[in-house]
């Protein structure tokens, strides 16, 4: 009885303590809060309102690998997400007082108008046609459309290759729009989700995945042994990505500006970029930011 | 409003997709689906055996995981369908399971004393079904079987999920086209779907008045 009790006690403690030093491993840093005062942010504008409250809703991804992907916790992580906290931080709102929603392509604007988030950092393309709608700060990011093959497939090595082949992305995404519009020579298939597209090529059903490099990039690196961007990753097209906000809002969008344009400078950007896509692909020089 | 008018004929391409995949798949399930619910009824253990594991299986698989099957595992099996052609079988099968088990309500509703004259005329278990029962059992089986066709049109909307462009992956590339129109589209959309739906409904209803009078 007194040496099983023995065994038990000292096996649960050991358990405890490994799971303890595996909870500490495998984090990021997150980026440094700011101590803030509320008043120091013009009466009534947005960064007063949230850094009162304490707390900010900021709408993501959940489900792009390497810019916002959401782990077993349920919370996101991503480079999406640190920029978000960059931006947090400066208002004085700790990372624990985010509340992340998730923000398909679809309800990025519908959430920005309807006020359920206060911004949205998701894989958001800058184009005039939302500018009708939402203002965005930044780029923070400048991805482009490329191509994802099977790693033993040469003949598809870009834009000009893939007449009569199959090209595969998510369906209503701008780069399907963009295949359906400037190369109706390649059979364009659609799914609700690029892991979709993943499975049919290394079934060998299609011949090429499109979407912006970085997304692709994710799924390389998980698979390089099947997987591969044609054509080294060359991108045909340019996509700024932002961060909506609402419309009319100029306080907010040129605060958020010069907290990029501060986070370009003092390297927490190129940190954020390092600690989640720069595992997978090389750190980018920071974009020119747009106040227009 | 205007983009909905300008895209008038991907819309309209669109519908005609939804009605052909709700049309196909649901004569090709009601078939199917009065085939299992003979069998079910059956004399023959087998057959029994067979048609309640297709039901059982069938009625309680998501119909996500159906689709699944059929477009990302049959390659591999060998049978490789176009999209469209694996959106009608999946839709088949899975709404075949709730064709069956309406039809064979309606079959369980018919006084056994009819399936007993036709026995003790000399017919056969094949000509009791097809002559004597299964005519008053439709009867009774309508109003859950377009139930069953309603739900399965709503249903084509998982193929949208799977390359075939039928309303529901419409309304995601015109939403994310005209992200400041979300809700006219979604409504749009919605009511093109109320338009196959509907008329459903009324035929039901015309359908039911006419049986309740060949009572």
Redesign the interface.
């Known amino acids: 009885m007194d040496l099983t009790r023995r065994i038990l006690l000292g096996g649960g403690a050991a358990a405890a303590a490994s799971l303890a030093l595996a909870a500490c491993g495998g984090g990021s840093e997150d980026p440094p809060v700011e101590e803030v005062d509320p008043s120091a942010f013009p009466e009534g504008s947005t960064m007063a309102r949230l850094a009162e409250a304490g707390a900010i809703t900021i709408g993501t991804k959940f489900d792009q690998p390497l810019f916002g992907q959401a782990g077993p916790d349920g919370d996101p992580v991503g480079f999406d997400v640190e920029i978000g906290k960059i931006i947090a931080g400066k208002l004085g709102i700790a990372p624990e007082n985010i509340e992340w929603l998730e923000t398909v392509?679809?309800?990025?604007?519908?959430f920005i108008e309807g006020g359920q988030v206060d911004l949205v950092v998701a894989t958001y393309t800058i184009n005039d046609?939302?500018k009708?709608?939402v203002d965005f700060a930044g780029p923070y990011y400048i991805a482009g459309q490329a191509l994802m093959v099977a790693a033993d497939n040469d003949t598809i090595t870009g834009e000009d290759s893939i007449a009569g082949t199959k090209v595969c992305s998510v369906?209503?995404?701008?780069p399907?729009?963009y295949i359906a519009t400037n190369h109706p020579d390649a059979e364009l298939?659609?799914?609700?989700?690029y892991s979709?597209c993943v499975?049919?090529l290394n079934?060998?059903?299609i011949d090429a995945v499109t979407t912006d490099n970085v997304i692709l990039a994710g799924f390389v690196a998980a698979d390089k042994e099947n997987l591969k961007m044609a054509g080294d990753g060359a991108t045909f097209t340019e996509e700024p990505y932002g961060i909506g906000l609402k419309k009319g809002d100029d306080d907010f969008r040129a605060f958020i500006n010069d907290t990029l344009e501060e986070s370009f400078e003092d390297g927490s950007w190129a940190a954020a970029w390092e600690s989640t896509a720069g595992t997978v692909l090389p750190t980018p020089d920071p974009p020119a930011v747009d106040r227009y | 409003m205007d983009h909905l008018f300008e895209q008038r004929s991907a819309i309209w391409d669109a519908f005609l997709t939804t009605l052909s995949l709700a049309g196909i798949s649901g004569l090709l399930a009601l078939v199917l689906g009065t085939v299992l619910a003979g069998m079910r009824v059956s004399p023959f253990l087998p057959l029994r055996v067979i048609a309640t594991g297709y039901t059982e299986f069938l009625r309680n698989t998501p119909l996500t995981i159906v689709f699944f099957f059929y477009v990302?595992v049959t390659?591999?099996m060998g049978f490789?369908f176009s999209?469209k052609v694996a959106a009608v079988i999946a839709l088949t099968c899975y709404t075949a399971a709730f064709v069956a088990e309406a039809v064979r309500s309606g079959i369980n509703s018919v006084a056994p004393g009819q399936a007993e004259a036709a026995r003790s005329l000399g017919m056969s278990f094949g000509q009791n079904l097809g002559l004597v029962v299964l005519p008053q059992a439709f009867r009774t089986a309508i109003p859950p079987l377009i139930s069953v066709f309603i739900a399965l049109v709503k249903n084509t909307s998982v193929a949208?999920?799977?390359?075939v462009?039928e309303l529901f992956?419409l309304s995601?590339?015109?939403?994310?086209?005209?992200?400041?129109d979300?809700?006219t589209i979604l409504i749009g959309i919605a009511l093109c779907y109320l338009v196959i739906c509907i008329p459903l409904g009324r035929v039901a209803a015309a359908l039911e008045r006419k049986a309740v009078f060949g009572r």
């Not at chain 2, 995601?172 to 992200?179: Q, V």
């Open positions: 392509s679809a309800n990025r604007e519908p046609t939302r009708e709608v369906e209503g995404s701008t399907a729009e298939v659609t799914f609700d989700t979709k499975v049919e079934n060998g059903q | 990302f390659p591999s490789s999209y949208g999920a799977f390359s462009l992956a995601k590339r015109l939403t994310n086209a005209y992200s400041a979300v809700i």
